[in-house]
């Protein structure tokens, strides 16, 4: 994500996805929900046809990150989020690439099932404009690509504690 946000990769895509009370989606080069990045998005000698994907950081995954999915918080998301399938194999897992959530609300059904990795530090307004703002197409938040609100820019701060 850092590495994507740097390169300038998110600048100018959107919020696919918008559920109120939930969270915000976006990060896919196609704004449709489908799309992911490419070895060429993260480094200059890439394959720019090869997509990528990356272990997913959480406690089902065998990863003790035990981060709660509280207000504010940034996710990955995952190509395949069938969070509560029994038939989740390891590619279910570790299908993220470049899409990311950002936490309207707490939700804890979510906590140990996706890698939370972040916190947003300045701008949950926005947020919670989008959010109130949005008009679904769908029950899953599916925003029409003509309504999707632009990621005018990421930038990403470490704070040390």
């Known amino acids: 994500f850092i590495t994507l946000a740097n390169r300038g990769f998110y600048n100018g895509l959107t919020f696919h ?17 489908q799309g992911s990045a490419t070895l060429a998005d993260l480094k200059d000698d890439g394959d720019s046809n090869t997509d990528y994907s990356i272990k997913g950081e959480f ?6 990150n035990t981060l709660k999915f509280d207000e504010g ?6 190509n395949d989020y069938t969070q509560y399938s029994s038939s989740l194999k390891e ?8 899409q990311f959530f950002i ?3 707490d939700n804890d059904s979510l ?11 300045k701008g949950m307004k926005i947020v919670d404009k989008i959010c109130e703002d949005a008009d679904p197409m769908d029950d899953n938040g599916t925003i029409a690509e ?3 609100p632009v990621i005018k820019t990421i930038k990403v701060s470490e704070i040390n504690d």
């Open 73 to 78: 918080v940034i996710g990955m998301a995952r």
């Open 103 to 105: 936490m309207q609300e």
């Open 17 to 33: 996805r918008v559920v109120k009370d939930f969270m915000i989606q976006g990060g896919d080069k196609e704004g449709t929900g």
């Open 146 to 148: 003509s309504k999707q």
């Open 111 to 121: 906590d140990g099932q996706y890698a939370a990795f972040g916190h947003v530090t």
């Open 91 to 98: 590619e279910s897992y570790n299908s993220g690439s470049s």
């Open 59 to 64: 406690v089902a995954n065998g990863v003790n």
